[in-house]
């Protein structure tokens, strides 16, 4: 952790501290919400990059393809 990002859990800390046991809790619970939001985003996101290239090409075929089509040039370095 930085030392930015502790200075900034302690400032939110010392805000809480001023907050029901209730209001502690709702918030714990909507912070958890957040996070598995995110984590779900993230794995959705992953998932779907699944399949993107969509080809009637093997998988042989499309390295080759992309092997073939580089192209190199000479270029003579100076020193």
Known sequence: MS?????????????????????KIELIE??????????NSKEKAFYKSFGALSSEKSAEEIFSDIK???KFRNKEIKL
């Open 3 to 23: 030392y930015t990002d502790r200075i900034i859990i302690e400032t939110y800390s010392g805000l809480f501290e001023g907050l029901s046991y209730l209001n």
């Open 30 to 39: 909507s912070l958890l919400k957040s996070l598995k939001a995110e984590l």
């Open 68 to 70: 073939s089509s580089r």
